[in-house]
């Protein structure tokens, strides 16, 4: 099994910062994609920023030079700094983990339970 679990949602004011982090643990041979998903009261789900292991790193442009993701391959964490924050990134934001159990599994995905971001006035 593994687990995922998020951590550094809260209040924030416009134009503040914020710092999630997620890490995953458990039955964990290798990490393949990490990422930062977003669902707006009455909206759908929608990527934030997606790391692979190796690669190119993908943003919503509507988070382009305001949110930046990393990630630590040691610990199986990424994070996701978010500067200048405004009213619709007011979200319950989700970390995504694709990854292997062992050397020959498929790559799963799992999913932690989410943290909130309020930006307000």
């Known amino acids: 099994q593994v687990q995922v679990v998020e951590s550094g949602g809260g209040l924030v004011q416009v134009g503040g910062s914020l710092r999630l982090s997620c890490a995953a643990s458990?039955?964990?041979?290798?990490?393949?994609?990490m990422g930062w998903y977003r669902q707006a009261p009455g909206k759908e789900r929608e990527l934030v920023a997606v790391?692979?292991?190796?690669?190119?790193?993908k943003y919503a442009d509507s988070v382009k030079g305001r949110f930046s993701i990393s990630r630590d391959n040691a610990k199986n964490t990424v994070y996701l700094q978010m500067n200048s924050l405004k009213f619709e990134d007011t979200a319950v934001y989700y970390c995504?983990?694709?990854?292997?159990?062992?050397?020959?599994?498929?790559?799963?995905?799992?999913w932690g339970q989410g943290t909130q971001v309020t930006v307000s006035s």
């Open positions: 790391l692979p292991k190796s690669g190119w790193t």
């Open positions: 995504n983990v694709v990854c292997r159990a062992f050397e020959s599994s498929p790559a799963f995905s799992h």
């Open positions: 458990g039955s964990i041979f290798s990490v393949d994609d």
